[in-house]
């Protein structure tokens, strides 16, 4: 069984996010970039599916500039076989992201997609639902558990009030939790080997897809600031002030 | 514009997220609702009592039971027909459906929008609401997921809409409901909660998580919550987590307790109205955004202000 990954080139977690001075954006020069870290949790899965329910071949996707060639290197160390680079002249939203990954869908045939429930750059949230739609599979958002058996997955999700379990029909789409798994870090070794692992480089137009972007950012801002208040002396006083707020009795 | 909104509920009465999405979609045009389901008359007939509602659209089958997502986006994708936008809560449940739905329009979907600043445009976080951004869509038809706590929520009586049967497209096939563990919570809603008390890993241990946390909660009437740290070292359940990739919180009063303050939790708290903190750590970024601070020992602290509440 073949499974593919998407995964996104994004602003490092531990970053600080700046909005540019322009309003136009946040400010990506000279920051560290990343993975995104529910990708990361999306090729651990999969490698961990190389052992618990025969998957054979893990293919890495990442659409963006030609530097998202590193995440998908990231990926080979993890432990991916072989990857994907598609370039585009333009920034791609998920819904151009989800038609070039149902082109690469149709050429590959995987059994399994597992994408990053959200990229935490736009937090959209989107991409896997989307490719669901498109190919008219079934989804697993969220998930915080998958098993295979024969051709089912089983998917539990989390759900605003706890856990959700569906069984899928496969082939099918899965999102990732946070707490599916905790990713493995790549090894020297690893890191060096997967420096030979076939890459392909690809355009958006090469898959006849229109990625024209829908949606056209106006502003971008800094949030309404919040300013440091007060700190309280002892437990008396802030009792004191939970009163006065009428908080407390 | 006519505006399909998607009616969360548990069986009988519509969610609060909900009534945020009418007071969103109301600002877009005429409302409309869909309550799918199974054995939902009663849901139907309380939607259509929510203030400035036009038209509730019923769909009543098995099929519809669980809300699964490939089961719900051909039903809205047919009654998208005839309206001009598609306006969800962003709740699991919505974040699920909606996407979905916009592919199978050919719809560039807007996720969590904060307001509503004419017919195609919005503001949206971005960056864990590091930043917000202004967005227009170009898109002829609108698939929009709205953040609660952004919101007013609409009256919930008041309204005169009419209900109306949508015939059911039944079962796709691809997926179904196994089961679910929903935490019985007797315990405030997380998104609803006038006050909240969380806790992170400082309490060490969920034994300690019970026995500090929840007495204050229980003086102060409130619910509780957990960072993700919390969550992950299993003091709390993961329907606790509030932050960026958790819930969303807007309350009157929060309280974090021997929580840090990493961005990814302050995403989900800080439009809170007054954020107080008690941390040991007198640095610790939480302060920064707190309109109360208490520095001090959470162990010594948190027992001696729940006596004295
Ligand atoms: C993609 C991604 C998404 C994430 N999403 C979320 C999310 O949704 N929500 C979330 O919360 N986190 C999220 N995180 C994790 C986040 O980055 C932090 O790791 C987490 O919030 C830390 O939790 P904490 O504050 O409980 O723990 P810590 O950062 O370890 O803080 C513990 C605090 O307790 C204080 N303390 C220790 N002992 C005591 C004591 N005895 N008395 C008083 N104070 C004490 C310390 O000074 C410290 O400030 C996410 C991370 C990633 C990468
Ligand atoms: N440009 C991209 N390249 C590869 N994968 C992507 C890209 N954008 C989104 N994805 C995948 O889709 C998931 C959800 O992203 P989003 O819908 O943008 O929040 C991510 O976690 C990735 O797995």
Redesign the pocket.
Known sequence: MKVLVPVKRVLD??VKPRVKADGTGVDLANVKMSM???DEIAVEEAIRLKDRAGVTEIVVVSIGEPKAQETIRTALAMGADRGILVTAETRVEPLGVAKILAKIVEEEQPQLVILGKQA?DDDNNQTGQMLAGLLGWAQGTFASKIEIAGDTATVTREVDGGLETDALKLPAIVTTD?RLNEPRYASLPNIMKAKSKPLAQKTAADYGVDVTPRITTLKVAEPNKRSAGVKVADVDELVMKLKAMGVAK | MKTLVWVEHDGSAVKDATLAAVTAASKLGEVHLLVAGQGVDGVAQAAAKIAGVGKVHVADDAAYAHALAENIAPLVVDLMGHHDAFVAAATTTGKNIAPRVAALLDVMQVSEVLSVEGPDTFTRPIY?GNAIATVQSSDAKKVLTIRGTAFDKAAAEGGAGTVEPVASKGEQGLSSYVGSEIAANARPELTSAKIIV???????SEEQFHALIDPLADKLGAGVG???????AGYAPNDY???????IVAPEVYV??????????L??MKDSKTIIA????ED???FQVADLGLV???????PELTEKL
């Open positions: 977690y531990n995104n870290p529910f935490i946070l | 864990a969380s806790g992170g890993r400082a309490l060490g957990a960072s993700r740290a919390a969550v992950d987590q509030v932050g960026q990739t958790g819930k974090a307790v021997g929580i840090s303050g990493a961005i990814q939790h995403a989900g008690i941390n040991k750590d610790a970024p939480i001090g020992d959470l162990f010594k602290v948190v």
